[in-house]
């Protein structure tokens, strides 16, 4: 049985939101909470609360699920559009400041 659950339009890069992926990706769903909750880098609050939305929708699906068997296997993120900001700089110039978006999907499925 496979959930998922994505997150749209978050703030903050994509590369910076694969290096918090890549280490609960393949893990279990208990142990890349706790490796979630104490990641010291701001996409892993993002992250978190993913993770949590895609174990609310595997229990709709499946209410007796045991969650000891359910595993992330798929954890992405990609880049979304940036908002464009400008900076006034010396000499009368602007500086364009871009704020970067991403999407970030995952799924966990029941592997037994």
Known sequence: ???TAKLRFA?????????????IRYKRVTEA?????FSRRRAAGHIY???????ANAQ???????LNQVFVTQA?????PQ???FMPRAQGRAFMIRKQTCHISLEIQTIE
């Open 1 to 3: 049985m496979e959930a």
């Open 83 to 85: 908002m464009k900001r």
């Open 33 to 37: 909470q706790n490796l979630l909750r």
């Open 11 to 23: 703030r903050g890069s994509a590369r910076k939101a694969r290096l918090v992926l890549d280490t």
């Open 60 to 66: 709709v699906k499946d209410p007796k699920i045991d």
């Open 49 to 55: 609360k993913l993770l949590a939305s895609a174990i």
């Open 76 to 80: 992405m993120a990609d880049e979304g």
